[in-house]
């Protein structure tokens, strides 16, 4: 039997979930309303934007067009769902406002950038940068700029310093914790990057709060506890919060982490209700509990496992290992699984080893340096979490992702039969050398 579907929310969960239900169900009535413009669209290429690497327009990935001809979907753009209740959802549309009925409701309405109390954050030439939609705004005050500041000390600002930089920008990036990245990685991987950051130029002001935005109209100045910065733009990314409220509304259970409680097959614990991507909170694979990374690949494959049950199949999504990258200009960095910090949190007695090593063999040319901390549980040498930083670290991070997910042991790293020829890696490969001094017994 036809059954009807909503899905609030056409980024990346709401796109691949209403895909997987046309495929495996195309018969049934699948509706997307997404409150913008923008469809399937990618906000990590926000940064790349910026830098002047791609247009506005790539940030698309497939056409509003494409969906509805070739999927089948009933998308309706610039929609934004207002409430939802049992069998019914309201949806403020163009031409007015109007109800349409549901038998699964799919809640994929993603998050929303944190906006501090800060006095003057509403003046113009302040931004967050969150969705494509907010580079409309940006555009002609980032020709403008030639002072800008960053508040905030996430991967976003990492990026966003590299493409104001690029664009001949002078950097300021005010935290009010005392190191870039401090949540996702230890305090040693992170320092090469902070050197890098003030060697190319960033005016890095740690362990300051900043209490005002000043300037009349347009932005002039960033006032915090310790000093005065000029700004003519200034990016706000402090970090983002799970759209929680239409969950609320219908009386599905808010996890632990502020978002919304879904089980493996992402059903939230209203029945018919289903929720994927950064709106909805999932389970860290080593620890067992409840966590909320917010992140594109994760999104992705919520949505494809929601899509897929509600059609009748049976998929879990297992959980996450927090695996993650950027890189600041050619130096990148990346981890997955649990940080020295997180282990001690968790109540995790371990092992952890931090080696130097080159990415390709010490004769071939073009070869870099990569820095590698690995950690294993102590008794058993399960591995617990790899943090690199340097050059070519995507296949390190991904194989260990890898073994993290198979459960694998120092050893049975140590022994994996990794790819060698002198263009792509040293015959002792990182990862190798790594699970060595850890002990493989
Ligand atoms: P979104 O992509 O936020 O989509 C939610 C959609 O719902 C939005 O289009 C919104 O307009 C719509 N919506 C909200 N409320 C309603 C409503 N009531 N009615 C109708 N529509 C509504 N992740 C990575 O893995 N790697 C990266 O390198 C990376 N870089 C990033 C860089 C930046 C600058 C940013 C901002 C994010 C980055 N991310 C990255 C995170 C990634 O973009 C998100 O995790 C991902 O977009 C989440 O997808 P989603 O579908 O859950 O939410």
Same mark, same amino acid.
């Given at each position: 039997m036809e059954k009807k579907v909503i899905v609030v929310g056409g980024g990346a969960a709401g796109m691949s979930s209403a895909s997987r239900i046309k495929r495996l169900r195309p018969d049934w009535n699948v509706k997307v309303f997404e409150k913008t413009s923008w469809v399937s669209h990618a906000p990590c290429g926000i940064p790349y934007f910026i830098e002047g690497?791609?247009?506005?327009?790539?940030?698309?990935?497939?056409?509003p067009e494409f969906f509805r001809r070739e999927r089948g979907i009933d998308l309706h753009l610039n929609s934004e769902v207002i409430e939802i209740e049992e069998g019914e959802a309201r949806i403020r549309e163009e031409r007015g406002e109007r109800k349409y009925s549901w038998d699964y409701l799919v809640l994929a309405n993603g998050s929303s950038p944190i906006l501090p109390e800060?006095?003057?954050?509403?003046? *113009?030439g302040v931004f967050t940068l969150h969705h494509p939609e907010d580079l409309r705004r940006i555009s002609s005050p980032l020709e403008k700029c030639r002072e800008s500041v960053i508040i905030g000390s996430g991967y976003i600002s990492v990026e966003i310093a590299e493409a104001l930089l690029s664009r001949g920008k002078r950097v300021t990036l005010i935290a009010r914790s005392n190191r870039v990245l401090r949540k996702s990685f230890d305090k040693e991987i992170t320092a090469p990057l902070e050197e890098e950051m003030r060697r190319k130029g960033v005016n890095l002001r740690f362990n300051e709060k900043t209490i005002e935005i000043s300037g *009349?109209?347009?932005?002039?100045k960033v006032i915090t506890d310790k000093g005065e910065y000029e700004a003519d733009l200034v990016i706000v990314a402090v970090g983002t919060r799970p759209n929680v409220e239409l969950a609320k509304q219908i009386g599905a259970k808010i996890g632990k982490t502020g978002a919304v409680w879904t089980d493996e097959k992402m059903r939230t614990s209203v029945e018919g209700v289903y929720a994927a991507g950064d709106v909805a909170e999932t389970r860290n694979?080593?620890?067992?509990k409840r966590v909320w990374i917010p992140l594109a690949t994760t999104a992705n494959k919520m949505g494809f496992v929601a899509g897929s049950n509600i059609s009748g199949m049976n998929v879990e999504f297992p959980g996450v290992l927090g695996t993650q990258i950027t890189k600041f200009f050619s130096l990148e960095i990346g981890k997955t699984g649990l940080t020295e910090n997180e282990c001690k949190e968790n109540g995790l007695e371990f092992i952890s080893k931090t080696i130097k090593a080159r990415t390709k063999a010490h004769y071939f040319p073009g070869g870099g340096e990569i820095k590698v901390k690995v950690i294993a549980e102590k008794e058993t040498k399960k591995l617990l979490g790899i943090q690199a930083i340097g050059e070519e670290i995507l296949p390190r991070i991904n194989s260990f992702a890898v073994a993290l997910y198979s459960n694998l042991r120092t050893r049975d790293l140590f022994f994996s039969d990794l790819a060698y020829a002198p263009p792509f890696s040293p015959v002792w490969d990182p990862l190798v050398v790594a699970s060595r001094v850890l002990g493989i017994d």
């Open positions: 690497l791609c247009g506005e327009e790539d940030l698309m990935y497939y056409s800060i006095d003057g954050i509403e003046l *113009e *009349e109209n347009r932005v002039r694979l080593i620890t067992g």
